[in-house]
């Protein structure tokens, strides 16, 4: 079982969906959670942090469950400028590597 | 510098040379990461500095790819007799380890490399 998993997608969804997203993690002892963005042929960039307690940034919701070790990404209203790769990334306590899902396609059309 | 910067930025080699690629992190990041990226591909981890401590050599494909990092800052990542799997982007990022807000990994922009 891979560390971090993600379905590759793609999510081909209007604009104006809802959509979400799940990333699962293997490591128990995980400490911290990102939810990264990645353009087509660009660097991924970090999109917002999960904390325990769930956050939300303006249309995006992220929330995370220990206990069944995952974490989520909610998108609202959809834009088509939200097409992009979303790459789920995790750290284990040990060495504070941050170990990166396959990440998931999102397509939003008009 | 203010943001994680390689070089060179695109970089063209034939079949079994060798071929350096140069990290600069974000001033103050004791962690460096190098990653690999194939076409449409996931990032795939390839090695991990933190600090004084030993790398993570882990994720290194073949004993063709090395990578050091000199004073805890530049970091250089080497592959010597290249072949055309070779043939990725290699992005380097950094973190501050133990940071309040926690460890955000920051991205360069990748170095392009085909092997021909």
């Known amino acids: 079982r891979k560390e971090v998993e993600q379905d590759p997608g793609p999510f081909n969804v209007p604009e104006g969906a809802t959509v979400a997203f799940n990333c699962t993690y293997s490591?128990?002892?995980?400490?911290?959670f990102f939810w990264y963005r990645q353009d087509c042929r660009k660097e991924p960039k970090l999109l917002m942090s999960?904390?325990?307690s769930g956050n939300e940034d303006g249309r995006f919701t992220a929330q995370l469950n220990r206990a069944s070790q995952y974490i989520s990404l909610l998108i609202r209203d959809s834009k088509l400028s939200d097409s992009a790769t979303y790459l789920c990334?995790?750290?284990?306590?040990?060495?504070?590597?941050?170990?990166f899902g396959g990440g998931t396609r999102l397509m939003v059309k008009p | 510098g203010a943001g994680v910067s390689q070089s060179p930025s695109n970089k063209v080699t034939e079949k079994g040379k060798d071929v350096e690629l140069r990290c600069d992190p974000i001033?103050?990041?004791?962690?460096l990461y190098w990653y690999r990226q194939s076409l449409g591909q996931g990032l795939e981890f390839l090695i991990y500095?933190?600090?004084?401590?030993?790398?993570?050599k882990s994720g290194l494909p073949s004993d063709r790819f090395s990578a050091e990092r000199t004073g805890g800052s530049v970091s250089t990542l080497t592959i010597q007799r290249t072949q055309q799997e070779d043939s990725a982007v290699y992005l380097c990022?950094?973190?501050?380890?133990?940071?309040?807000?926690?460890?955000?990994?920051?991205f360069g922009e990748g170095s392009w490399l085909t092997v021909v």
């Open positions: 490591n128990s002892a995980s400490q911290s």
């Open positions: 001033s103050g990041h004791t962690a």
């Open positions: 990022a950094s973190s501050l380890v133990g940071a309040q807000t926690g460890n955000t990994i920051y």
């Open positions: 500095f933190q600090g004084n401590s030993a790398p993570d």
């Open positions: 999960v904390y325990s």
């Open positions: 990334v995790v750290n284990s306590d040990a060495g504070n590597m941050l170990t």
